[in-house]
């Protein structure tokens, strides 16, 4: 069932009004460098249509040596590396389902720990094939010979948005993911954003009896898609005709179920991850409130006066959303502020705050480039072996090509590095 009560309507638009004030950074944000990049990945026929999109990082208990980063390469799959940044696995996004159709095009990943399946209990990728409009998901088996990512998807998984194939290849379709696995229940979920569209679906994941996996839709929630400014004024951000402020990024908080989820124009949003309650804005972009006009030659949005009423932090799009947890349970909301390549981390301890606490880049090293106009983010604060003892941030780098050849890939952070950043 679909939440779009009036009542809710309204309470969102009052929120929406009163959204706090936020003061603004002071001083330039400190700077990072990644330890190691991928390979770039192109986006052309040559390059194999691979354009890197969103990480996940998988620790190996028996050796965090040999954990491995998970990541989408939209039509040119999935990709699996080492904490080297060397290509371990590629597998193919699916093809169209007959010429003409769309293919295969993988979007976000997380993972689910100890999920049960059929013959044991397993660690999963769950992907978003945008192309699709489905869920792919994929048992993670580091012995496996030939690489560690298997697909268990099954075969009668239905489409997440769509009635029928016309619609599914009108590209309306899951977008943006999220795992979250309760901890009162043991039951194990994918939240899926849909693409030009505010809703956001809550999907069960369910074992079958031949080992595969499948889901369910238990229930959709439509975020706002215009907002009562505070003077009384109507907006709506730009885009398309016809398209409406999408979500992508997304994390779940595991420690009280709480779903952040930035929606790209607009900022956070805060919901319980079984999408009942009214959501409420963490913060917002500074082109909140700023009105404008799709120009249909340049495919461009050209803004007018900006009233003031957007926030001081992230700049749109707001994108990658993940979690990085300290060992007394602690840490941050971290969000990529991909209109000026930053990060900007948020208390994750208050729930019913998220106070700002700071930010910083990822720039570039005599020996790595930076991250810019970064899409997807994701950190793991744990030992994983001699390379990052202090735990590893990934993101994904925009702009990875040179003059020839535009090109993205994803940069390896030392988390310790980040902290240090984020204590100064």
Known sequence: MSVRAAALAAALTALVAVAPAHAAPTGALPAVTARAETATLHDDEEGGNADADDPAIWRNAADPARSLVIATAKEGGLRVYDLKARLVQTLSAPPPVTPGDAPGRYNNVDLVHGFRLAHGRADLAVTSDRGHDRLRIHRIDPSRPGGPLVDVTDPSAPAVFSADQAEVNEQRTAYGLATWTDASTGRSYALVSRRERTSVALLELGATSAGTVTYRKIRTLDLPSSFRLPDGTTWRPCGE??????????????????????????????????????????????????????????????????????????????????????????????????????????????????????????????????????????????????????????????????????????????LGDVMDALDD
Do not use: H
């Open 241 to 414: 005709p016809g398209e409406l402020p999408q979500v992508e990024g997304m994390v779940v908080d595991p420690a009280d179920g709480t779903l952040y989820a930035g929606q790209e124009d607009v900022g956070i949003w805060r919901v319980r991850a079984d999408l009942r309650g009214t959501p409420q804005l963490v913060d917002t972009v500074r082109e909140y409130g700023v009105p404008a006009v799709y120009d249909e030659p340049s495919d461009e949005c050209v803004p007018g006066a900006d009233p003031g009423f957007g926030g001081t932090r992230i700049a749109a799009d707001v994108e990658g959303l993940t979690l990085l947890t300290e060992r007394d349970g602690d840490g941050y909301l971290l969000a990529s502020s991909q209109g000026d390549d930053t990060f900007a981390a948020y208390d994750r301890e208050r729930a019913d705050d998220n106070e700002y606490e700071g930010g910083f880049r990822v720039a570039a090293s005599a020996a790595v480039d930076g991250s810019q106009e970064c899409d997807g983010a994701a950190v793991l604060n744990a030992p994983l072996g001699p390379d990052y003892p202090d735990g590893l941030l990934v993101v994904q780098d925009g702009d990875a090509g040179d003059a020839e050849r535009e090109g993205t890939g994803f940069k390896f952070v030392d």
